[in-house]
């Protein structure tokens, strides 16, 4: 694996860039929450192939800049200032005397708060592990950092609910609570767009509520995933399973109509499926059909796209840049 800097980043930030403070585990046993989120490809191919792939700087900024929000909400509770700034929030004294963070042991009246501790549970052959961000009386917080279309279009709300399950299967004590709260920190969010469209986040930090598994379905859950990496490491790579197009964020093809097929700057209409198309082709008696298909946005960010014969394959129909 080789470091790139193509973006010329300066110095100063090139070294936190490629700081890497994540509490690793190299127990083949042992898998973590996020880990056992990724399609099952992703993972059986990162268990079973090692993969060289360059690592250039500028695709580590959206990974550490979540790490620095994290370490930022857990420096300011862990500060002796906490009480004062409680009290400037207009909590009243005494409540802000009654909390305390991450106890070994709580007192009747305490107002426990819990940050960034990891817990390891055996499951059959495995240790799952995971690192809840933030849990207050009860209720677990999730803190992302993305992009307002992650939001618009929900398409990690299953993935948050998993996670956000996992953690409560691990702290069943610390996390009581049936709901979890996702707290968006958006990273292109424009005040514009907000006032000019009622669907986009109004602010540029926002909160979701989204209820959780069951411990005993997530225990299920846990199972028949674990269940399949064994079972998929021992064939061939020819017989892994390959990413849904939910896994790789790929939407449905477009087919555009082009009346005048010398001027395909813009459609004369799009539709979702090629029969309409040539429908409204054969109605005009003039013009062409363009399939543009959808794109396959996540395997950009996937550690194993360069052994996956999918991802090859995909760069081949133009759908994977």
Request: hydrophobic share 35%; aromatic share 10%.
């Amino acid at each position: 694996m080789a470091i790139t800097n193509n973006g010329d980043i300066p110095l100063s930030l090139a070294l936190w860039l490629l700081h890497d403070d994540y509490d690793h585990n190299s127990d083949p046993n042992t898998i973590s929450a996020t880990s056992l989120l990724k399609p099952l490809r992703a993972i059986v191919l990162g268990r079973t192939i090692p993969s060289s792939k360059d690592i250039d700087l500028m695709d580590l900024v959206p990974s550490r800049m979540g790490t620095a929000i994290h370490t930022a909400v857990e420096n300011a509770w862990g500060s002796g200032i906490v009480y004062d700034s409680l009290r400037k929030l207009g909590y009243s004294d005494e409540i802000a005397k009654k909390v305390i963070i991450n106890p070994k042991v709580l007192v009747a009246g305490d107002l426990p708060i819990y940050m960034e501790n990891r817990r390891v549970k055996p499951l059959g052959k495995w240790n799952v592990s995971g690192k809840y961000d933030f849990v207050i009386d009860g209720v677990l917080e999730d803190f992302k950092s993305t992009s307002t279309w992650a939001y618009i279009f929900q398409s990690n709300v299953t993935k948050y609910i998993e996670q956000g399950s996992i953690y409560k299967w691990l702290n069943p004590d610390i996390i009581t609570e049936d709901y979890m709260n996702i707290t968006y920190i958006f990273t292109d969010w424009s005040a514009t767009k907000a006032k000019q469209d009622a669907s986009y986040p109004q602010y540029r930090i926002q909160v979701q509520k989204l209820t959780l598994m069951t411990v005993e379905e997530t225990e299920k859950f846990l199972q028949n995933k674990l269940s399949q990496i064994e079972k998929y490491e021992l064939l061939p790579v020819a017989d892994l399973p390959l990413c849904t197009k939910e896994e790789l964020w790929q939407r449905d093809s477009v087919w555009k109509y082009y009346k005048d097929p010398t001027k395909t700057t813009r459609s004369t209409k799009n539709f979702d499926n090629a029969s309409a198309a040539y429908a409204r082709l054969s109605a005009d008696g003039v013009g062409s059909v363009i399939e543009v298909s959808g794109e396959a946005k996540k395997c950009v960010y996937c550690e194993v796209r360069n052994v996956c014969t999918q991802a090859e394959q995909l760069e081949l129909e133009g759908v994977l840049k």
